[in-house]
């Protein structure tokens, strides 16, 4: 169950060892820590201001927010972005929104009132995966408009993908593509 080592490092008590034998190239395990990378080192000292934080994903407010309030949601565990995911990450991304809406609300958004997406690279910041999560109004609308409207079943030309698009491509053994998916 490689997958699940993948997103909940913590379950698994031997992974300080897994990560030595991958680092040996004794077995094939992706990385955990990727340097250079700022958001395999998000901490309060580091400038960063955390909203909720547990072994598996870290809910921090992003510095330039798009929106009435506007949080990163990461896994722990480094992946590049929502293009690596695969149909097996459908519960992390489940996880990853949950974390998000639970912040949004204890900050005082209606469920009504949150939307959680990715964007898609090239169109990403930060090689990171980082789930956005809004609480609404937006700031800057024309920011997070859908350039094409959104597919039934998948999605259109974008280069942001909701939440929502993210299960249904992936629960139909696909990947997430700027293109229509
Ligand atoms: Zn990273
Ligand atoms: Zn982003």
């Given amino acids: 169950m490689s997958f699940l080592r993948r997103w909940f490092p913590s379950w698994f008590p031997s992974a300080d060892r897994d990560e030595e034998a991958a680092l040996a190239g004794q077995i094939n395990l992706p990385p955990a820590y ?27 407010k992003d510095r330039a927010p798009a929106a009435s309030e506007h949080l990163l949601v990461i896994p722990r565990h480094h992946l590049a972005s929502v293009k690596a995911l695969r149909k097996q990450d459908i519960f992390l991304v489940r996880n990853l929104e949950a974390a998000g809406a639970e912040a949004l ?14 964007h898609i690279p090239p ?14 109004p ?15 079943g998948g999605k259109g030309l974008s280069w942001f993908v909701e939440v929502g698009q993210v299960y249904d491509i992936l629960g139909k053994d696909r990947e997430v593509t700027v293109l229509p998916c």
């Fill in 123 to 136: 169109f990403n910041s930060i090689s990171h995966l980082h789930l956005h999560a809004f609480g609404l």
């Fill in 138 to 152: 937006y700031r800057s609308r024309l920011n997070w408009q859908f350039p094409v409207a959104v597919k039934t």
């Fill in 105 to 118: 609300t204890s900050l005082g958004f209606a469920p009504s009132d949150q939307r959680f997406g990715f």
């Fill in 34 to 60: 990727v340097k250079g990378c700022i958001f395999c080192d998000v901490r309060k000292e580091k400038g960063f201001n955390i909203v909720h934080e547990n072994d598996d994903l870290i809910v921090f």
